[in-house]
Nanobody, 121 residues
């Protein structure tokens, strides 16, 4: 059973920083793209950033320069460094990964349970 487990959310003041982590566990063949999405109250889930297995990154235009995605393949972990946080960054942040269960299967999208990040004074 493949699982994605997030950590690192919490309460931070405007202008502060948070670092989210997401680790994949279980039995699988390989992990392709990993990424972060977020969902604010009353809004649809939106893309934050993605990173390929070779480190190619993509960001939502509005977040470029403040958020940085990275991953350590050896640890099957993806990170999201969030700086200069604003109240509008308040959301549940979800980890996503395209994981191939076995070498004979296509990759599936897996989601973490989400971690709350609240930006408030």
């Amino acid at each position: 059973q493949v699982q994605l487990v997030e950590s690192g959310g919490g309460l931070v003041q405007p202008g502060g920083s948070l670092r989210l982590s997401c680790a994949a566990s279980g039995r699988y063949s390989s992990i392709a793209d990993m990424g972060w999405y977020r969902q604010a109250p009353g809004k649809q889930r939106e893309l934050v950033a993605t990173i390929s297995s070779v480190g190619t990154t993509m960001y939502a235009d509005s977040l470029k320069g403040r958020f940085t995605i990275s991953r350590i393949n050896a640890n099957n972990t993806v990170y999201l460094q969030m700086n200069s946080l604003k109240p509008e960054d308040t959301a549940v942040y979800y980890c996503n990964a395209e994981i191939r269960p076995t070498r004979w299967e296509a990759a599936h999208a897996y989601w973490g349970q989400g971690t709350q990040a609240t930006v408030s004074s």
